[in-house]
């Protein structure tokens, strides 16, 4: 009765369908797609993972092995890797923020026996107010929508495109910057990608992404795929720059952060990046290197049978079942 009633103090259901809007089911993309951009990151796709910081252990024993199984591939408890901070070797920001043993215990919350109970479907859109128990209605009726639902923070390349034309006003940034003018020339860019997603979200954008994709192969080129002379701000510190920058200027419930990287392969860097303020990840690099590497006979014999859609898909299954277990 209690539950009844709670249930029925406000018109929840109509809010949602006036609210909140379910992204539709969009497949991944095949051999023959015909997308020019991501076509020109296959075709490139060894300097780019090079440019990324990908290595051979990363791409053979974490993309391709979860793209076979569907599952996160085991190692060890914790990380058995000697410690970024003390390593004279270059890495990628996420290597600093590992744990260096994993104690088991007993998890709050199972994500297996329990998943009825665990979701980690994602609204992406200006947030309403928390507190108050009543809608935010707009003058122009398809503005109302201003939720779309998707089923977890893992975007492909076709659910970003369809988000970008979901009738929420989005703006797309580069987190790639010149470094002709020095090292000072990251904590300049760092501050210029604040100021500009800032004056983005006080202009009306409901969704801002942070790209690294290169503008060479946004614009399908593949003469000059890499431009020598740029670099990337590190996806981690351009997502948490701009949340924490949002949050100083009163306006991250506004918008929601959708990271574009090729620079996010494993469980772990997905879960940083949610950790530190993105909705949504589309790993660009490590989709296309699934393409590639299932076009080959190599790649064919070890899918054993299944579709490059379908090894797509489990890889996407291996990530969102580590962040369940990482979650509880």
């Known amino acids: 009765d209690i539950k009844m009633r709670m249930a029925q103090k406000r018109p929840y259901a109509d809010w949602n369908k006036v609210f909140r809007e379910n992204l539709p089911?969009?497949?991944?993309?095949?051999?023959?797609?015909?997308d020019k951009a991501l076509k020109a990151v296959e075709e490139n796709l060894i300097l780019l993972q090079f440019d990324q910081g990908y290595t051979l252990e990363d791409v053979e024993m974490v993309i391709e092995a979860?793209?076979?199984?569907?599952?996160?591939p085991t190692f060890c408890m914790g990380n058995d890797k000697p410690l970024a901070v003390v390593s004279d070797k270059p890495h990628v920001l996420y290597d600093y923020f590992t744990q260096r043993f994993a104690q088991v215990t007993n998890p709050?919350?199972?994500?297996?026996?329990e998943a009825l109970v665990m979701s980690v479907?994602?609204?992406?859109?200006?947030?309403?107010n928390l507190m108050a128990e009543k809608p935010t209605y707009f003058e122009n009726f398809k503005a109302n929508n201003r939720l779309i639902c998707i089923?977890?923070?893992f975007l492909h390349e076709k659910q970003l495109n369809a988000i970008k034309t979901s009738g929420l006003l989005a703006v797309e940034l580069s987190t790639?910057?010149?470094?002709?003018?020095?090292?000072?020339?990251?904590?300049?860019?760092?501050?210029?990608?604040?100021?500009?997603?800032?004056?983005?979200?006080?202009?009306g954008a409901e969704l801002v992404i942070l790209s690294d994709m290169p503008q060479e192969i946004s614009q399908g080129n593949t003469d000059d795929a890499v431009?020598?002379?740029?670099?990337?701000?590190p996806p981690l510190m351009a997502c948490s720059a701009v949340h924490h920058y949002l949050i100083k200027q009163g306006l991250r419930t506004q918008a929601s952060l959708i990271i574009n990287t090729g620079q996010c392969w494993s469980t772990h860097h997905f879960a940083c990046l949610v950790g530190y303020g993105a909705s949504a990840i589309c790993p660009y690099i490590a989709l296309a290197h699934i393409r590639k590497w299932h076009g080959t006979g190599k790649g064919a014999m070890k899918a054993d049978g299944q579709s490059v859609e379908e090894c797509q898909a489990n890889y996407k299954n291996?990530?969102?079942?580590?962040?369940?277990?990482?979650?509880?």
Request: aromatic share 8%; with cysteine.
């Open 151 to 153: 089923d977890s923070p």
């Open 176 to 203: 790639r910057y010149s470094f002709a003018k020095g090292p000072k020339s990251l904590e300049k860019m760092v501050s210029d990608l604040c100021y500009e997603a800032s004056n983005a979200v006080r202009n």
């Open 318 to 328: 291996a990530i969102i079942g580590g962040l369940k277990k990482i979650m509880s």
């Open 25 to 34: 089911e969009v497949p991944f993309l095949g051999h023959e797609h015909t």
């Open 66 to 72: 979860s793209a076979q199984t569907g599952k996160e």
């Open 121 to 128: 479907e994602v609204f992406l859109g200006r947030q309403g």
């Open 108 to 113: 709050a919350i199972d994500p297996y026996r």
């Open 227 to 233: 431009d020598s002379g740029m670099l990337t701000i």
